[in-house]
T-cell receptor
Framework: SQTIHQWPATLVQPVGSPLSLECTVE??????LYWYRQAAGRGLQLLFY??????ISSEVPQNLSASRPQDRQFILSSKKLLLSDSGFYLC???????????????FGEGSWLTVV | AQSVTQLGSHVSVSEGALVLLRCNYS??????LFWYVQYPNQGLQLLLK??????LVKGINGFEAEFKKSETSFHLTKPSAHMSDAAEYFC????????????FGEGTQLTVNP
């Protein structure tokens, strides 16, 4: 079965410090990968998605970047965090290609980031 | 472009009462629709989804949703609320045919009172 792991679960970082959140998927190959952010009291915002190694699409301009160095690894980064970067970050994956299973997105447990 | 509107950011029901969480969508093509649940400090878990076929979809934990094209709605219901149903619920519509990207609603926080 497929599993998704992301870490760290909780992070408190000062303004201006770097960020690295990691996500890995097991039990599948060549998945679509996603980073979502959920700010307090708000819905989910898609930040980045990737359909393959080195292929990253950004949904909104922001202070963050994403990379996919390996097929099942997705990293969310920042060089200098802002207060507004605080939130709950969710990594997710889905199967590429046609078929009903390709339409479901599966989420990791999330990472709480507090920028102070 | 697809979008999702969830009516009511907070819904409160008594234990044993009917749960009704509303979701309306706009889509230029027949949509794929989803309901996810998020328990405190956790990721999202798929409750149910509508892709094609039967418009009444049954999901986990006794939840179901009905796709009504004429009303552009996909409301989530459960006949009898349980305390463990307290969580945030998100409706989502599939945005495009590639990448399975979803557009989420703002979420509805469900409180279940004893």
């Amino acid at each position: 079965s497929q599993t998704i792991h992301q870490w760290p679960a909780t992070l408190v970082q000062p303004v201006g410090s770097p960020l690295s959140l990691e996500c890995t998927v097991e039990g599948t190959s060549n998945p679509n990968l996603y980073w979502y952010r959920q700010a307090a009291g708000r819905g989910l915002q898609l930040l980045f998605y990737s359909v393959g190694i080195g292929q990253i699409s950004s949904e909104v301009p922001q202070n963050l970047s994403a990379s996919r160095p390996q097929d099942r690894q997705f990293i969310l980064s920042s060089k200098k965090l802002l207060l507004s970067d605080s939130g709950f970050y969710l990594c997710a994956w889905s199967v590429i290609g046609a078929g009903l299973s390709g339409n479901t997105i599966y989420f990791g447990e999330g990472s709480w980031l507090t920028v102070v | 472009a697809q979008s999702v509107t969830q009516l009511g950011s907070h819904v409160s029901v008594s234990e044993g009462a009917l749960v009704l969480l509303r979701c309306n969508y706009s889509s230029s093509v027949p949509p794929y629709l989803f309901w996810y649940v998020q328990y405190p400090n956790q990721g999202l878990q798929l409750l149910l989804k509508y892709t094609t076929g039967a418009t009444l979809v049954k999901g986990i934990n006794g939840f179901e949703a009905e796709f009504k094209k004429s009303e552009t709605s996909f409301h989530l219901t459960k006949p009898s609320a349980h305390m463990s149903d307290a969580a945030e619920y998100f409706c989502a519509v599939k945005r495009e045919t590639s990448g399975s990207r979803l557009t989420f609603g703002e979420g509805t926080q469900l409180t279940v009172n004893p």
